[in-house]
Nanobody
């Protein structure tokens, strides 16, 4: 499974960004996909998860501001990030559980104060 994430960038506090992720390979629909992030000097932390049947879960730190969704195309994933804060600054990683954890290359999100 190869995961390609995109959509990061530089935004001001209160702004928004939309991250995208697509899984490629000869694979069926992946049940669980999600996002993690890693800020400088910190451990990677879970952000949100979405299943193929529509269940979503969020870390408390992003609940109410971020929305995770699965796309119409097979094994695509989005993260709409609103009301961004400087503490959201991190490299965001897409992941998909297919026999094991599979990770994308990460996309940088920087929120300026």
């Amino acid at each position: 499974v190869q995961l390609q994430a995109s959509g990061g960038g530089l935004v001001q506090t209160g702004g928004f960004l939309r991250l995208s992720c697509a899984a490629s390979g000869s694979i069926p629909i992946i049940n669980t996909m999600g996002w993690y992030r890693q800020a400088p000097g910190k451990q990677r932390e879970w952000v949100a998860t979405a299943t193929s049947i529509g269940s979503t879960h969020y870390a408390d730190s992003v609940k109410g501001r971020f929305t995770i969704s699965r796309g119409r195309a097979k094994n695509t994933l989005y993260l709409q990030m609103n009301q961004l804060k400087p503490e959201d600054t991190a490299v965001y990683y897409c992941y998909a559980f297919y026999y094991k954890d599979n990770w994308g290359q990460g996309t940088q999100v920087t929120v300026s104060s």
